[in-house]
Nanobody
Framework: QVQLVESGGGLVQAGGSVRLSCAGS????????MGWFRQPLGKEREFVAV????????YYADSVKGRFTISRDSAKNTVYLQMNSLKPEDTAVYYC?????????????????????WGQGTQVTVSS
C-alpha cells in the first residue's frame, strides 16, 4: 500500500519555526515531484511549494517565499518543509502530495495539477 505520512505539525508562536516531514512508503518517490499544500479552516486548499525528483528545482508560493524551504532525502523517501518566521495566517492543515511530472508541466501552475498520491495532513497552528 502506497502511503504519504506527514508529521511535525503543532502549535507554535508567531515568529517561530517548524519542520514538517512527509515520509513515503510502498514505493520509491525519487522520480516524483513532491509538493506541499495547505488548507486553512473554511478555505480552499492552496499550493505552498514543490521540489523536483532530483531536488535541484524548487518553486514556492509568493506568500511563503523567503520563509519556507522545501527539501528531500531520497534515501529516506522523505520530503521536508522548513517553516521559519511563521505568521498566524500560516495556520492550516498541511498536506504533502506526489506527482510524476508530465510533459509541459509548469511549476508556476503546480497548484492546478492532479496529484497521484496525497498524505492525510498535519495541523500547524501559529498563535499571535
Amino acid at each position: 500500500q502506497v502511503q504519504l505520512v506527514e508529521s511535525g505539525g503543532g502549535l507554535v508562536q508567531a515568529g517561530g519555526s517548524v519542520r514538517l516531514s512527509c515520509a513515503g512508503s510502498g514505493r520509491t518517490f525519487s522520480t516524483y515531484y513532491m509538493g506541499w499544500f495547505r488548507q486553512p479552516l473554511g478555505k480552499e486548499r492552496e499550493f505552498v511549494a514543490v521540489i523536483s525528483g532530483s531536488g535541484s528545482i524548487t518553486y514556492y508560493a509568493d506568500s511563503v517565499k523567503g520563509r519556507f524551504t522545501i527539501s528531500r532525502d531520497s534515501a529516506k523517501n522523505t520530503v521536508y518543509l522548513q517553516m521559519n518566521s511563521l505568521k498566524p495566517e500560516d495556520t492550516a492543515v498541511y498536506y504533502c502530495a506526489a506527482r510524476r511530472s508530465r510533459f509541459n508541466d509548469r511549476l508556476d501552475q503546480w497548484g492546478r495539477y492532479d496529484h497521484d498520491y496525497w498524505g492525510q495532513g498535519t495541523q500547524v497552528t501559529v498563535s499571535s
